[in-house]
């Protein structure tokens, strides 16, 4: 497995083996890696001739400097996950110098408004880090392919907006998300939780699963008062948020359209960990 710190070896590298007609995938992780990761891999490994995965910590995306700092961060036993997937596979865990060449901003980009409902009204500068860090990656990598998990459906459309509006040459495709036996998304995050934490947490999604079908014979409305209820009752979790929104604007749903999509979006808080989920209400 060939593994790089540095992006110019990666980009020389990447150079090397590169053909008329091969293809390169790559999958932008944070570390702390788990089987959401891994399938990811998987799925780029099966549809492209070279996979890169990149493990960095992408300061500029963190508002909360405690939630930086609390990050876990494993590499050595990401490399062995990622060995025992396939020795195909190429790393690149690079230095925050290495990305950012010792000036430590954001970008500012225009998401046409993805990037202010949700996560963006709860995490100011977030998407800025965001697209500053892909793009950057984009850049160094320059993938056929890239691949992000579901669960982050707002970075997603985020992601497929900052290619549009740059003309990257870069096909983004989501996957569906990985979720614990509870039915728990699997998150790097989740490594904060207790077992008995994890556990508790499998409320998030079973309220999720209970609202699409609530959604399919009431409003909007009453659907999230109902989830807001739920929540008010038990004391282990703060509701941040919840909202059904329009997949592919994410402004709020106000009133049904049996020709739109909806999704809905949650954001809890369990002892100070921040969680994230969403499902598809069609």
Not at 100 to 110: A, C, P, R, V
Not at 111 to 129: A, D, I, S, V, Y
Not at 194 to 205: C, D, G, P, Q, S
């Amino acid at each position: 497995m060939q593994i790089f710190n540095g992006k110019a070896a990666l980009m020389d590298f990447l150079k090397s083996i590169k053909t008329l007609n091969s293809t390169i995938g790559f999958v932008p992780t944070m570390g702390a890696l788990h089987q959401g990761h891994l399938s990811l891999m998987q799925q780029s490994l099966s549809e492209n001739q070279n996979t890169v995965v990149s493990i960095f910590v992408n300061p500029t995306q963190f508002n909360n400097p405690e939630d930086l700092l609390k990050y876990p961060r494993t590499l050595d036993q990401d490399i062995e996950k990622m060995a025992s997937l396939s020795p195909d596979l190429i790393v690149y865990a690079p230095s925050v110098d290495d990305i950012y060449e010792g000036k430590i901003l954001s970008q500012t980009f225009d998401f046409e408004g993805l990037e202010n409902q949700m996560e963006g009204k709860f995490r100011p500068g977030h998407f800025n880090g965001v697209g500053t860090i892909v793009k950057r990656l984009f850049e160094i990598v320059t993938p056929t392919n890239a691949y992000f998990g579901e669960k982050d459906f707002q970075q997603l459309q985020i992601v497929k907006k900052m290619v549009e509006k740059n003309n990257l040459a870069v096909n983004v495709i989501g996957c569906p998300i990985h979720r614990e036996k509870s039915g728990l998304a699997m998150s790097s995050r989740n490594e904060r939780l207790t077992e008995v934490e994890k556990k508790e947490a499998a409320l998030i999604y079973n309220t999720l699963i209970a609202a699409k079908e609530k959604f399919q014979s009431s409003s909007s409305k009453l659907v999230s008062d109902w989830v807001k209820k739920t929540f008010d009752e038990n004391n282990s979790f703060e509701l941040e948020y919840f909202q059904i929104a329009d997949e592919s604007t994410l402004l709020p749903c106000i009133r049904k359209n049996k020709n739109k999509k909806y999704r809905a979006f949650i954001a809890v808080i369990v002892n100070n960990i921040r969680l994230i989920d969403t499902i598809s209400l069609n």
